[in-house]
């Protein structure tokens, strides 16, 4: 059994190049420079049962998403193969897109308590009628089964989404808030972590012997945003480690034990978006990829890890 993922969207909320900006890697993307890719909004699809996908959060960009990816398009009338979604923050971007999939098919939400309220308290997601989309709420800890695939969620450390902060913010409690996934389908195992306040012994122990993990490569310098100018919060204040420095997830992760390091859920500003840029050399000499719309990872415990890059709709072995 095959554990088959396709990243959907690669790039933070916002996406790449974000749709107001000119900062030096977004003005690459729009001046249409062949060493950027615009990269779409967070988000992956997991193959969880034969021939029935699983939404790993559902960005603004899903629409499109479906678009550029065989897998998750319809087979028959009103039958499609994405049965389940499963949420690991309340962020825009990464909730946005449970709007996409009104139109009555069968469907079911996993969620914490704490993002399932978020859903619930916002009249707009009411388009998704509770006699045919089915909500389940999940605690940390207990794992749960889609299809042929087990999955857990577990807390990291993080903060409520930016429209609900308040006065009294805390960034880097651990709860429902904001969580990781841990993924299992035939012996092969997949640890998604989209964001990501601090590497501590907890995430990295949790990490530890995965086939792959997609993990949170928002920014790579912690103040790369008001470097750039466009903005004044820091990664960490955003509850997004950077890559770089101290503390930094290059650093934290470095003596893990995992088949692929992948990061993910990349900002707009963050240089290593550009193919060759010594950031990117960097995060690649460290044994880091960089994933982009439409990287097909392949995980099966006969052959160990196997993948293909880019080229949608093909079978990765
Ligand atoms: C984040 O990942 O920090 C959020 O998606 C930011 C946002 O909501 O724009
Ligand atoms: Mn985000
Ligand atoms: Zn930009």
Known sequence: MT???????????????????????????????????????????IETGDDRWTLFNASPDLRSQILATPQIQPRGLRDSPIRSVVLTNGDVDHVDGLITLRERSPLTIYATSEISAIIDANPVYGVLAKDVVARRTVDLGATFQIDDTTIEFFGVPGKVPLYMETESLKIGDVG?????????????????IPGCAVVNDDVRARV????????????????????????????RRMGHVPLSGAGGSLEEFKGVNVGRKIYIHINNTNPILIEGSPQRQAVEAAGWEVSEDGLEVALSDAAGTRHAHGDRGSTAA
Request: net charge neutral; with cysteine; aromatic share 6%.
């Open 176 to 192: 429902g808030d904001t969580v990781g996934v841990d993924v299992r389908k035939g012996g092969s195992r997949l640890v998604y």
């Open 3 to 45: 554990l088959r993922i396709v990243v959907l969207g690669s790039a933070a909320g916002g996406g790449f190049p974000q749709w107001n900006c000119r900062c030096p890697v977004c003005a690459l993307a729009w001046d249409r420079d062949p060493r950027v890719k615009p990269r779409t909004q967070s988000s992956i699809a």
């Open 208 to 235: 530890e012997g995965a086939d792959a993990l997609l993990f949170d490569g928002t920014v790579f310098e912690d103040d790369e945003m008001q470097r750039a100018g466009v903005g004044v919060k820091t990664g």
